[in-house]
T-cell receptor, first 113, second 115 residues
Framework: KAGVTQTPRYLIKTRGQQVTLSCSPI?????VSWYQQTPGQGLQFLFE???????NKGNFPGRFSGRQFSNSRSEMNVSTLELGDSALYLC????????????FGQGTRLTVV | AQSVTQLGSHVSVSEGALVLLRCNYS??????LFWYVQYPNQGLQLLLK??????LVKGINGFEAEFKKSETSFHLTKPSAHMSDAAEYFC?????????????FGTGTRLKVLA
């Protein structure tokens, strides 16, 4: 069974630009969560989508948004990029987002210059 | 609010020695606790999880953890370290909000295994 796929793996953007990251969950999984990982802040929860609806949201500014499609694939968008947005963005999928185990993708390394 | 604290951002052990990575949690409700491992440039892989079925949880790669409610701890151990265990380890607790769940991660412990 294929794992969680995140694309692209690496991305370099300029301040002020916007970026879209993609996550394809494991087949059959309906919950997709996004996390930001930085050396200073560690792993921080961004948001969770389940059946195309955002169910949970972390403490990030409105520049961070996401969506989920009917096939459970999810995208995350960051507008007006700042240098501090440089991070590893991880996507996790699970069957229903409850106590089911979360499976993580390899992440997208975003560098903002 | 739920939280986890990992004591020691860096731990070094000799190959063959006991591995002990510490995690303390804070939760007003019975928690679900997890240990994940992250290798360089990779995502997180689940090592084990506590879901109240048994206090001693065995995971992959010879790791285990014991849930101690009285100490609010969930320390990760492995009897004999192997070079391939060198990685970063994260303890996590689930946080419930309106019936849904999100992981709250600790700050991580980087394990170094010395030959």
């Amino acid at each position: 069974k294929a794992g969680v796929t995140q694309t692209p793996r690496y991305l370099i953007k300029t301040r002020g630009q916007q970026v879209t990251l993609s996550c394809s969950p494991i087949s059959g999984h309906r919950s997709v969560s996004w996390y930001q990982q930085t050396p200073g802040q560690g792993l921080q929860f961004l948001f969770e989508y389940f059946s195309e609806t955002q169910r949970n949201k972390g403490n990030f500014p409105g520049r961070f948004s996401g969506r989920q499609f009917s096939n459970s694939r999810s995208e995350m968008n960051v507008s007006t990029l700042e240098l501090g947005d440089s991070a590893l963005y991880l996507c996790a999928s699970s069957l229903d987002g409850g106590m089911a185990e979360a499976f993580f993708g390899q992440g997208t390394r975003l560098t903002v210059v | 609010a739920q939280s986890v604290t990992q004591l020691g951002s860096h731990v070094s052990v000799s190959e063959g020695a006991l591995v002990l990575l510490r995690c303390n949690y804070s939760s007003s409700v019975p928690p679900y606790l997890f240990w994940y491992v992250q290798y360089p440039n990779q995502g997180l892989q689940l090592l084990l999880k506590y879901t109240s079925a048994a206090t001693l949880v065995k995971g992959i790669n010879g790791f285990e953890a014991e849930f101690k409610k009285s100490e609010t701890s969930f320390h990760l151990t492995k009897p004999s370290a192997h070079m391939s265990d060198a990685a970063e380890y994260f303890c996590a607790v689930t946080s419930t909000t309106s019936g849904t769940y999100k992981y709250i991660f600790g700050t991580g412990t980087r394990l170094k295994v010395l030959a």
